[in-house]
């Protein structure tokens, strides 16, 4: 009688495993419950979290044709504008001309002119009309890239109550945004340019002077001041 009731229980203890594997199995999946073993992928560096984007838009300037003559003020923005348009490698210049501007050839050849003396190629400089009427402007344009990141303020958790050794959701922001800010050419964040030759004399002679021994230092004669060498 005991050996019946033994061998009883073992088999409502075989039954009842697949039956306790298959709740389990069901309660990881019950709507509403929260999977700890889910595989969210958290970034953990700020150039993740704030990534420097670079696109392409249109510098627009309007050159007033009340006049045919430029005034110092204007020629100093149109000069300015080309700088601008040089240092960022612009393809082409578009000056655009109203159709009905009394002034607008002469302003549009003055504005070429100052083009071409501040080095934009003549061959990058096009020349364009639009419909506008005696006073509409002479709007010169060019492309040039941009480099954004998000904006910035997620203080969305108190960095003073937390216990998990974490970046907080803000960390890096402000350093992605002057990086943006600073860069030079914002083409260069998706594929930096070719390095310059090496100066093969001042190589040799840092390499004499490293076997003499002497000071490799580069001589005082050579050093350029910084506020010199933007201005050029």
Not at 12 to 41: F, K
Not at 112 to 123: H, K, N, T, Y
Not at 189 to 200: E, F, L
Request: glycine share 8%.
């Amino acid at each position: 009688m005991t050996k019946h009731f033994a061998n009883r229980g073992s088999f409502l203890l075989r039954l009842a495993l697949p039956l306790t594997g298959a709740l389990a199995l069901g309660a990881c999946s019950a709507p509403g419950m929260i999977d700890p073993y889910e595989n969210t992928y958290v970034s953990q560096v700020h150039w993740e979290s704030y990534p420097i984007e670079v696109g392409k838009g249109t510098m627009k300037m309007e050159v007033p044709t009340t006049s045919a003559h430029l005034s110092p003020t204007q020629e100093e923005t149109v000069v300015r504008f080309a700088q601008q348009a040089r240092r960022t490698e612009a393809s082409q210049v578009v000056v655009s001309s109203p159709t009905g501007g009394a002034h607008a050839g002469a302003v549009a050849g003055k504005v070429a002119d100052l083009l071409a003396s501040e080095g934009i190629p003549p061959r990058a400089i096009v020349n364009a009309t639009y419909q506008g009427g005696r006073t509409a402007p002479v709007v010169v344009t060019f492309a040039r890239h941009f480099a954004s990141s998000p904006e910035c303020g997620d203080w969305s958790q108190p960095i003073t109550e937390t216990g998990y050794n974490e970046p907080y959701a803000n960390f890096g922001c402000a350093q992605q945004h002057n990086i943006a800010a600073l860069v030079a050419d914002p083409r260069d964040i998706n594929v930096p340019r070719t390095s310059t030759p090496p100066d093969a004399m001042r190589r040799s002679q840092v390499l004499t002077d490293y076997r003499t021994p002497a000071d490799t230092a580069t001589p005082a004669t050579d050093t350029v001041v910084i506020s010199d060498a933007i201005g050029q």
